[in-house]
């Protein structure tokens, strides 16, 4: 059997391939379905080559963790509406952080264990006493275990916020100071423990801090950045893994891991610019915070009927829709397409717009649309879409609220102030569909909808474009 090592090898390598090629085909939403079965394929690969690494132990105990795990996995995934995916992915996120820290403790509470059993059966300083973790794997299992707690308690405050069970911030005075305290405090605990001063207080005392530390860095933060939230903790769910693979020596792991950090950084960097934020300050500034007098907004919504709407898409040259966590909530994603196809139909130019954050997590809005059979080709970045406003005939916003709200670039005291939006204000006309009067997830009231162009079309997201749907119908017959 001396071949199986390099056989396990060979499939930890395919495996990565699979990883890094699944993840590219991510990148495009053309390919996005088949990236994550080629990706899954390779973690079935990976998890089955290590039921054969030799000297594994506790086999039945794995086999029926995996099977646990992946039966909930399976039923979760089936069941949860696509509004709850946002939450649904900070909770898996969550559990792949407290993985990793888990191993970290284990790998500790075993240092401190055998360190003890050698030492009482005749260590002394005469007599060298074989540490359990060479240094550098020492430091990298605490290293990882930090990083996993952090992840893990900070995803389920994200997952708590996105299910509504917490208010969207929890600020008090000084809070900054006391949450780089925690963090100095456990990275203290970290380098005693790494430095081989450990015991089972120190390490129980340095994951209360670090899952302390999760906490409170997430509570302060506003529900309008919960993108960035969820892209920064994959980031350290992925780097949490990769650390702890070089403790077990298992390249699948350090390969995922590094993969997964990558792109989480990668895509925490973007979402950042998207919100107009450094990375230091979703690290550690309470963003969502006002600062200063918010501006006063004049004027009144000024309500539509939804057959003087459809009238004035219908006969319009250019039509953008901007899809928005409301059209998620309704389910109106096949309606939106069903109208959309009806306005193209009679000559009128279709394009949906995508603000890089809208919605509850990256490319939520795109799912959506892809679920609903938009066309590519009509899908249009922020940036792309921005300059072609100005000669828009009409803008419709389907649920979307901050990330078309003009404060963002004229109220200094506003919580997005500084965030590039969506210029749907440029267009000639505006229609929103809203279900009330009510604020955004931000908290904030929207200029835009105050606006002299801006008409409101109140109702279910749903319902209003069926009623939309409907009207064109109409005008058809």
Known sequence: MNWLPSLIKACYFLAALLFILGLKRMSSPRTARGGIVWAGYGMLLAVLATFFLPGLYNVGLIAAAVLIGVSAAWWTGKRVAMTAMPQMVALYNGMGGGAAAAIGAVELIGYVRELALL???????????????????LALGVLGALIGAVSFSGSLIAFAKLQGWLDKRFVFPAQRAVNLL???????????LASGHASLPLIAAFFVLALLFGLMMTLPIGGADMPVVISLYNALTGLAVAFEGFVLGNEAMIIAGTVVGAAGTLLTQLMAKAMNRSIGNVLFGSFGAAGGEAQAIEGAQKPIEASDAAVMMAYAERVVIV???????????????????LLIKRGVKVKFAIHPVAGRMPGHMNVLLAEAGVP????ADMDDINPEFAVTDVALVIGANDVVNPLARTDPASPIYGMPILDVGDSRHVIVVKR???????????????????????????????????ELKTLDD
């Open 323 to 341: 899809p928005g966590y409301g059209l998620a909530v309704a389910q109106a994603q096949h309606k939106v397409w069903e109208f959309a196809q």
């Open 119 to 137: 030492q009482s059966a005749g260590g002394s300083p005469a007599i060298p006493v074989v540490v359990p973790l060479a240094p550098v794997e």
């Open 376 to 379: 590519y080709d009509l899908i």
């Open 182 to 192: 925690l963090l100095a405090a456990a990275v203290l605990l970290g380098v005693l």
């Open 436 to 470: 009330g009067k009510g604020t955004g997830f931000a908290g904030i009231e929207n200029a835009l909808f105050y606006a002299d162009n801006t008409r409101m079309l109140y109702g279910d997201g749903q319902a209003a474009v069926g009623q939309l749907v409907n």
